[in-house]
């Protein structure tokens, strides 16, 4: 397989690095393509902006996403964001590498997502209608490619558990997972997360890099995570809610959008 | 009272430029002192990186947790985080207003968070014992202080529901206001939000303004969202997981995290 790996660490010299490089070697012992995108490395610019769309007439009130609708259709996107969306489309497989900052992404790496997914490229795609709401959660671009995170953090497992004061680590990734991995099309892997990595020492770090190793062995294989498709029967459309009487029992808010039976989506 | 509100769109002349507009001269009208840090305007650096610590000798391995932690105590991190600290400080309350792009801040927001948050600032504060993990959660450099979002969506409001697919905008906010706005202490105001913005009309305009100028008024007197405090009593410590039985029956997920009888925390 084709696999794109997305690197949003500042330090190469970091567990994020050492973890990359096992991530990457083990692929590549597998026979696996490995690309990666080092953000920091690359100096990857964050903010949406003007700067984006040169063919934006100055005057011009700048929407962003209709100017990235604009652009994408005449291949105007500039060159950085346009080599990104590349490397998608290339890729079987895509993993977000980074580390967990104010419970979400490094700006940086938001700023990845912010510019590559252009209007037409991960939005706005597809039909609209009152029985399909474009080609989204499940369809889309990206559409048969499997996408996964590796995550760092430095708070505790129980932190993040169900009962936890951060929230639980798959809500918490949700609107990465679904909104984000999901949304253009890719079926999302469980996360790996590796808790508590501030001081870390050698024998706390082998059982982190042989799990790490496992999932890596098994990209292809792993079950998705099983969330709900858009236009496949199971929401109103065009108010996109959740058909009643659909879910887990006593699911609630984001659990929702699973479906634990596999018998529909 | 001093109000700060942090401004993160790309144009001026859009919706969320013509909103801020309206918060910041109903504020004014009100008496109140208002300041704006317009992120694009004063072209904010988003990425946390070793040039935010200059005084980092150039081959030590970059640590951001620890760097920070470091340049905070010394006084020496860049003029522009300090300034925005200062800010912080100043403000009776701060408003992050914002997009929703891909179900969180736009990067510049939050590379504003990642930065302006300093180790010492807007964590690692106060002790570490067995019965107060820090001073978070409820408590901090900021806690007598208030905070909301001001955020616009694209999607209609039902995408947002409870049984919406997007997920319900609470949770979607949580990793915000949960963990960006009440981690270093703030008391969380419910968000003001506006949705399917993209083509919006006069008509459909002059409702919202009206909601988010009476939202300006009664900035001192709505209640915040009651979430609990880390070290009142309701969660262990250390492993930071909820009492059992505390919580609302049914509730789970974030909504854990939440006293609606207003008894504890």
Redesign the interface.
């Known amino acids: 397989m084709k696999i794109l790996l997305v690197f949003a660490h ?2 190469p ?2 567990l994020n690095g050492a973890l990359r490089d096992i991530a990457v070697a083990e692929l590549q012992n597998q026979g696996h393509e490995v690309r990666v995108s080092d953000l ?1 490395a690359d100096r990857w610019k ?5 700067a984006d769309f040169p063919s934006l007439p100055p005057d011009a ?5 209709a100017a990235s609708g604009e652009a994408f259709a005449a291949d105007a996107l500039t060159g950085d964001v346009r080599a990104e969306q590349g490397k998608l489309l290339w890729a079987d497989v895509l993993i977000l590498q980074f ?1 967990l ?8 790496l ?2 990845w ?2 510019r590559v ?1 252009a209007y037409g490229f991960a939005y706005g795609v597809g039909e609209h209608s009152d029985r399909h709401w474009g080609d989204r ?1 499940g369809e889309g671009t990206l559409a048969g490619k499997r996408a996964m995170l590796l995550v760092t953090t ?1 708070g ?1 497992e ?2 993040y ?8 680590i798959d ?2 990734l ?3 997972n ?3 991995l999901y ?1 253009p099309g890719y079926d999302v892997l469980p996360p790996f997360v590796a808790y508590r990595v ?1 001081r870390l020492d050698q024998a706390a770090f082998e059982p982190i890099a042989k799990r790490l190793r496992e999932r890596m062995r098994t990209l292809a294989t792993t079950s998705p995570i099983p969330y709900r498709r ?1 236009n496949g029967g199971d ?1 109103l459309i ?5 058909r009643p009487g659909l879910e887990d029992f ?1 699911a ?6 699973l479906n634990r039976a596999g018998t529909a989506g």
Not at 46 to 50: A, F, L, P, Q
Not at 238 to 242: A, E, T
């Open positions: 500042p330090e010299r970091s920091y964050s903010e949406v902006d003007r009130r700048f929407k962003p996403a580390p900052w104010w419970y979400g992404m490094p700006a940086i938001k700023g997502v912010d997914y959660f430095g505790w129980t932190h558990s169900a009962r936890g004061i951060n929230g639980p809500d918490l949700f609107p990465i679904h909104g984000i949304y501030d858009q929401y065009p108010n996109l809610q959740l006593g609630s808010g984001f659990a929702l959008h």
